[in-house]
Nanobody, 121 residues
Framework: QVQLVESGGGLVQAGGSLRLSCIAS????????MAWYRQAPGKQREFVAIITSGGATNYADSVKGRFTISRDNAKNTVYLQMNSLKPEDTAIYYC???????????????WGQGTQVTVSS
């Protein structure tokens, strides 16, 4: 069984910063990509950022230059540093991990429960 637990969300004023963390635990053989997604009220879940096991990153255009994704492979943890936050960044942020639970299993996606980020104007 695998669990992803996010933390670090909260209420911040526009222009402020937050750092999200997500720890993967349980029966994990290897983790491939780790990513962050978000879902604003009334909208579909959207991609925010992704990082491979080797450290390559990619970002949604809306967050480029403001957000930074990183990971600590030894701790099975992914981070999202969010700077210059805007009201439109308000959403529930979800952690995603593409991982294997055993030598003979295939990679599959796991999701955290989400953490709320609210940016006031």
């Amino acid at each position: 069984q695998v669990q992803l637990v996010e933390s670090g969300g909260g209420l911040v004023q526009a222009g402020g910063s937050l750092r999200l963390s997500c720890i993967a635990s349980g029966t994990i053989f290897s983790i491939n990509n780790m990513a962050w997604y978000r879902q604003a009220p009334g909208k579909q879940r959207e991609f925010v950022a992704i990082i491979t096991s080797g450290g390559a990153t990619n970002y949604a255009d809306s967050v480029k230059g403001r957000f930074t994704i990183s990971r600590d492979n030894a701790k099975n943890t992914v981070y999202l540093q969010m700077n210059s936050l805007k009201p439109e960044d308000t959403a529930i942020y979800y952690c995603n991990a593409h991982l294997r639970t055993g030598w003979t299993t295939s990679n599959r996606d796991y999701w955290g429960q989400g953490t709320q980020v609210t940016v006031s104007s």
